[in-house]
C-alpha cells in the first residue's frame, strides 16, 4: 500500500494527524524516504506490538537487501550494540547489563535525582523566566546518566551537542556528524583506558572488569563495551529528556490535567505512562529487517526491506485507547508502546520513568505558577522522525 498523500515533511509537522489518515487507510504504507529508499510503516497498535516482538523481524542490518537500506553508519567500536543486534548477541550483552537496572539499583538513584533537581531548580528560580529544555530537562538525565557510568563532570559538557547532531544531522554538513562520532569515538575510548587503571564504584568501570576478567574477553568484545557505553548514554539521554519536556508541553498545554495533579501528587506514576503515551519521545522504534516475506495486519513484507514501527501512531489508536487524542492522567488501561515491546523493551525504562517523575514533582511543586512564555504556535519540535522532541520550551514562573 502506498501512503495517502502523505509526505515525511507533513508527517513531521502533524505527526498524529498523519498517523490518524495512515490507520484509516491501511495496516502497513510503502514509504519513500529522504534518502530516496522505500521503507515500510506500520501504524495500527495490534500490528505494531505484535512486530515488536517478531523474531522474524531482524535488527541486524545484514538482513537487509543489498541497496534497500543506507543507513548511518558508526564506527565499529560504536555501532556493535544492541540496537543492532538479535539473539543471541542480543541476549548475551542484555544479560550483562541488565543488572544495572535492578529495582534496588534504579530506588538508589532517586535521592540523588532529587538533588541534582532541586539544585537545577534553584539556579533558575531567581530569573523569573527560562528555556525548561535546556536548564532543567536536558542537564537533569546527562547528570544521572553520567553519574550511573562514571563521566567526570568536567567531561560532559559536550554530550547534548553530540547527541542533538546525530539525532537531526544536517544533510547540508555531513561533516558535523562525522565529528561528532569522531568525538565521542575519542572520548569513550579514553575513559574506558582512564578507568582500567583507575576504576570506580560505577556501572562502566563494573562493565570493563567483565569484559578484562573473561577468557580474553570472551563475554563481551572491546567494540561491544564501548558501544554498550555508548548506548547507554545515548539513550540514556535522548529519551528522558524529550519524556520530560514533552509532559511539561502537555501540562502547561491542559490547564484541566495540570489542577488535577496539582491537587492529587499521587498520580504521578499513572501521569508518566500517560505523558509516556500520548506524546512519547520516540515515533518511530529501530528500523527492522524481515528475514523472510512477512504478513502485517494482512499487507506482505518482502524478505529485506525496511520495516519501520510507528510507536506514537500506535499509542494513539482509537481501537486500542478510548479517546486517545485526549491527555488523561487519570486513564487507567494504558498498555502503551513508547517504551517498547518484546526482548528490545527499553532496558532504562524503570530509570527514565523515575527521572521523569521527579522532575515533574520537583517541578510543579516549586513554581506553582509555572506558564509557557510564548504562544504554543511558536514552539518548533525537531524536524525529525527519529525522535519527538522540542528545540527550546520558553516557561515563566
Known sequence: ???????????????????????????????????????????????????????????????????????????????????????????????????????????????????VAGQLLDAIAPAGRADLLAAYAAPLPITVICDLLGVPEDDRHDFRGWTDTLITPDPEHPETARAAVKAMLGFFTGLIERKRTEPGDDLLSDLIAVRDEQDGGGGLSEDELTSLAFLILFAGY?????????????????????????????????????????????????????????????????????????LGSANRDPEQFTDPDRLDLRRRENGHLALGHGIHYCLGAPLARMETAIALTALLRRFPDLALDVPVERLRHRPTLRARGLLELPVRY
Open 1 to 115: 500500500m502506498t501512503a495517502p498523500d502523505l509526505t515525511l515533511t507533513s508527517l513531521i509537522a502533524d505527526p498524529y494527524g498523519g498517523y490518524s489518515r495512515l490507520r484509516a487507510d491501511a495496516p502497513a504504507h510503502r514509504v519513500v524516504g529522504p534518502d530516496g529508499l522505500p521503507f515500510w510503516l506500520v501504524t495500527r497498535y495490534p500490528d505494531v506490538r505484535q512486530a515488536l516482538a517478531d523474531p522474524r523481524l531482524a535488527l541486524d542490518r545484514t538482513h537487509a537487501a543489498p541497496g534497500n537500506y543506507r543507513g548511518f553508519a558508526l564506527p565499529p567500536a560504536l555501532d556493535a550494540n544492541l540496537l543492532n543486534m538479535d539473539p543471541p548477541d542480543h541476549t548475551r550483552i542484555r544479560r550483562l547489563v541488565v543488572r544495572a537496572f535492578t529495582p534496588r539499583r534504579i530506588a538508589a538513584l532517586r535521592a540523588p535525582i532529587e538533588k
Open 238 to 310: 535522548e529519551n528522558t529528556v524529550h519524556l520530560i519536556a514533552n509532559a511539561v508541553l502537555a501540562l502547561l498545554t491542559h490547564p484541566e490535567q495540570l489542577a488535577a495533579l496539582r491537587a492529587e501528587p499521587e498520580l504521578i506514576d499513572g501521569a508518566v505512562e500517560e505523558f509516556a503515551r500520548f506524546d512519547g519521545p520516540a515515533p518511530l522504534a529501530i528500523r527492522r529487517f524481515p528475514r523472510e516475506d512477512v504478513t502485517i495486519g494482512g499487507v506482505t513484507v518482502p524478505a529485506g526491506e525496511t520495516v519501520l514501527l510507528a
